[in-house]
Nanobody
Framework: EVQLVESGGGLVQSGESLRLFCVAS????????MSWVRQAPGKGPEWVSA????????TYADSVKGRFTISRDNAKNTLYLQMNNLRPEDTAVYYC???????????????????WGQGTQVTVSS
């Protein structure tokens, strides 16, 4: 059974940091690219970041570049998102997913299929 379990979200003040975790099971995590996608209240999904299978190539949305860092530990089947200097506009539910997403992805596939977790809420107060 495929499972993606996100954690690490919470309520923080503007300028603070959080580290998100996504623990994967039920598929070959080490051979797949992974991505983070977020959805703010009342808005559509927004791609945040992606990483290749070995972790040496990463991409970021312009809105988070320089503040967020994606990484992975294939030995632990875990994907990370280090979020620094958080802003109120970063408030969203953050989801991890298998595969390589970017700004041109087909968002009709957002949260469809088995390769999505339940998400973790990040709330940034000003």
């Amino acid at each position: 059974e495929v499972q993606l379990v996100e954690s690490g979200g919470g309520l923080v003040q503007s300028g603070e940091s959080l580290r998100l975790f996504c623990v994967a099971s039920g598929f070959s995590f080490a051979t797949d690219a992974m991505s983070w996608v977020r959805q703010a209240p009342g808005k559509g999904p927004e791609w945040v970041s992606a990483i290749n299978s070995v972790g040496d190539t990463t991409t970021y949305a312009d809105s988070v570049k320089g503040r967020f860092t994606i990484s992975r530990d294939n030995a632990k089947n875990t994907l990370y998102l280090q979020m620094n200097n958080l802003r109120p506009e970063d408030t969203a539910v953050y989801y991890c997913t298998k595969g390589y997403w970017d700004v041109w992805s087909d968002y009709s596939y957002f949260r469809r299929g088995i390769y999505w977790g339940q998400g973790t809420q990040v709330t940034v107060s000003s």
